[in-house]
């Protein structure tokens, strides 16, 4: 199994956006280090009192500088918020800092009515499938320099490395997502910790979808990766103490709360310290967030990649301290066998 992680840079305690930077810097070189496939970092808006990560263009930039061999990605740029021709700059200016080991991680989300303003975007689209899709296919062109010289975006190039051009992923959590990276014939990565009970569904409907693509970019098979909300420690019990950051931040979403509780506050938020995962999952469950000692969370990242059939695992995690978020990091690769470089 290959693992890949996915880093929110959540600010720390009494912290600052600053420190939330610096803590992504270190846990991208940590899985440079053990092996980690990719490390991608997210876009959230309105969130700065928990979250940091709003801009993975210009954190890429630096996580560029910061490691040699890891790919690099976004999970994702939100192209709903963009035009695809600054998105495809963004990007080949990336690859030509990382030659070689960009992922340009496409997906879509709206955020709050005052975010979505403050953006410029237009909430109401008359076939949201259909613009996601056009943008998508815009953006993967503009980057291959594939529009044809009689297009009106002819003589449009992108600066880039001269290597591989940045890899495009089509990122979402439902089966329509699913759909479209299918028919574009693109490699899909579904976010298990937002929409859990739809991952089976959507990566039927992947593979449903899924052909062969004259757009550049494309794959010949189906290629896809699951991310899921993870995190690991000494034991079983320890790790479903951390969990509870995670369990008890999805509570306070549900009630239009967007921060993060430290693990104490978890706990007393939700009356206890969670149950740990089992280290054998039901037939069709798919629980939002799970935990668990190297040897049980090894187990449980493989059933769920079984499931959909997938090789590739992203973790990402609410780990209130840094330091356990990158021993959680440790602790997983252990358990799966990752091979340190």
């Known amino acids: 199994m290959d693992l890949s992680a996915v880093d929110l840079s959540p600010v720390p305690d009494d912290g600052t956006a600053a420190d939330a930077y610096e803590n992504t810097v270190e846990a991208a070189q940590q899985a440079e280090r053990l092996g980690f496939e990719r490390f991608w970092v997210a876009e959230h808006h309105g969130t700065a009192d928990a979250i940091a990560g709003t801009t993975p263009e210009v954190l890429l930039g630096r996580l560029a500088a910061e490691t040699d061999a890891i790919r690099l990605g976004s999970g994702a740029v939100l192209l709903n918020h963009y035009r695809p021709f600054k998105v495809a ?20 989300a709206n955020g709050s009515p005052a975010v979505d303003r403050a953006l410029g975007t237009e909430r109401r689209v008359r076939n949201p499938d259909e613009d996601h899709t056009e943008k998508i296919e815009a953006v993967v062109s503009h980057l291959y320099d594939e529009y044809p010289d009689e297009h009106p975006y002819g003589d449009l190039t992108i600066p880039r490395s001269g290597e591989e051009p940045p890899v495009p992923w089509v990122l979402g959590s439902s089966p329509s997502s699913a759909a479209i990276a299918g028919d574009l014939g693109l490699r899909y990565c579904f976010a298990a910790f937002i929409r859990p009970e739809l991952a089976a569904q959507s990566f039927e409907a992947y593979r449903e979808h899924f052909q062969s693509s004259p757009l550049a970019g494309s794959v ?52 206890g310290v969670p149950e740990p995962t089992p280290a054998t999952l039901d037939a069709g469950e798919w629980p939002r967030a799970i935990s668990g ?33 990158l021993r959680s990091h440790e602790l997983i ?3 799966v066998g990752l091979t340190s470089r």
């Open 89 to 108: 700059e963004q990007f080949g200016a990336l690859d030509a800092l990382a030659p070689g080991r960009v992922d340009a991680g496409l997906g879509r």
């Open 220 to 271: 010949d098979e189906p290629e896809g990766m699951i991310a899921v909300n993870a995190v690991c420690a000494e034991s079983d019990e320890e790790a479903a103490r951390l969990r509870a950051v995670a369990e008890a931040t999805f509570q306070r979403i549900q009630r239009g709360v967007v921060d993060r509780p430290s693990v104490e506050e978890a706990i007393d938020e939700l009356g």
């Open 293 to 325: 000692s190297p040897d049980t969370l090894a187990g449980l990242l493989e059933q769920l990649a079984d499931c959909v059939s997938v090789d590739e695992v992203m973790i990402q995690h609410a780990v209130a301290d840094h330091g356990d978020a």
């Open 333 to 335: 690769a252990e358990g």
